[in-house]
């Protein structure tokens, strides 16, 4: 993520994060409907615990799922949306070749760093992320291959994510050491899809989700947010970074009329 831009106008940024806020409203109707399970994740998580909501140069919204349930609303979400919002995977919408898949909104378009100058083909409305996650045996040689898978992913992706085959079998074989949520002795891991931090989580740090503050409304969250947060996080993520440090993916927003 780049710096904070003061180009952009922070009614704009407050504006596009209530639009979010509505994508993440509709997320948890549809996994109550449904009894599937989701929790607030890193800079969205860290929000909830240091502001009762985002945090106040923050431009997206990150959710995990298990991997069982995140399959499960890739097929049911669509058609449960409300009007004005879009799930977008590489099905849905061809261009957009990442393989994880996000709630974009018509209301308001985003343009990140990484895009500032392309020709994007894909929907650019605001978003929620929302990731897979797996539980592994909680061994040092599994430790070590989600490590490596990481690192090896990241270095895959930094000059081509698109149709990177190594990158996809590296993701595909995370999903084989996937061992359910039965197991007590496993270790939560993320699937590998956005490799920024491999971090990984006890079982009774995540289960049993917990309803958490997040702008005035209920969300789930893991059951221990600060041991979840301390995994993700070297810094004291209780106090604000210095106003260089405070990052943002945006270079440009706009509220769509």
Same mark, same amino acid.
């Given at each position: 993520?780049?710096?904070?831009?003061?180009?952009?106008?922070?009614?704009?940024?407050?504006?596009?994060?209530?639009?979010?806020?509505?994508?993440?409203?509709?997320?948890?109707?549809?996994?109550?409907?449904?009894?599937?399970?989701?929790?607030?994740?890193?800079?969205?998580?860290?929000?909830?615990?240091?502001?009762?909501?985002?945090?106040?140069w923050d431009d997206d919204i990150d959710i995990s799922m298990p991997i069982e349930d995140y399959l499960i609303f890739m097929e049911v979400a669509q058609e449960e949306l409300e009007d004005g919002m879009f799930l977008q995977t590489s099905k849905t919408d061809p261009a957009f070749a990442f393989d994880y898949m996000k709630i974009r909104s018509d209301r308001a378009s985003i343009i990140e760093f990484h895009e500032e100058g392309k020709d994007i083909d894909y929907h650019q409305g605001v978003f929620v992320d929302i990731f897979p996650m797996l539980a592994i045996r909680d061994t040092a040689l599994?430790?070590?291959?989600?490590?490596?898978?990481?690192?090896?992913?990241?270095?895959?992706s930094a000059k081509h994510y698109q149709n990177n085959l190594l990158r996809g079998l590296l993701v595909r074989a995370l999903r084989?050491?996937? /061992?359910?949520?039965?197991?007590?002795?496993?270790?939560?891991?993320?699937?590998?899809? /956005?490799?920024?931090?491999?971090?990984?989580?006890?079982?009774?740090?995540?289960f049993p989700l917990q309803r958490s503050a997040f702008e005035e409304h209920q969300f789930y969250a893991p059951a221990n947010s600060n041991d979840y947060l301390k995994q993700l996080y070297s810094f004291n993520f209780m106090e604000l970074p210095p106003e260089d440090q405070r990052a943002i993916h945006a270079a440009a927003m706009r509220i769509e009329k």
């Open positions: 993520m780049a710096k904070i831009d003061p180009t952009i106008d922070p009614k704009v940024l407050r504006q596009s994060q209530l639009v979010m806020l509505d994508g993440l409203q509709c997320l948890d109707a549809i996994c109550q409907k449904h009894g599937l399970k989701y929790w607030l994740d890193s800079g969205t998580l860290l929000g909830a615990v240091r502001h009762n909501g985002f945090i106040p599994h430790k070590l291959f989600y490590r490596f898978s990481f690192s090896a992913i990241r270095l895959f084989a050491l996937h /061992m359910g949520w039965e197991h007590d002795s496993t270790k939560i891991i993320y699937g590998g899809e /956005m490799p920024d931090v491999a971090a990984s989580f006890d079982k009774d740090s995540v």
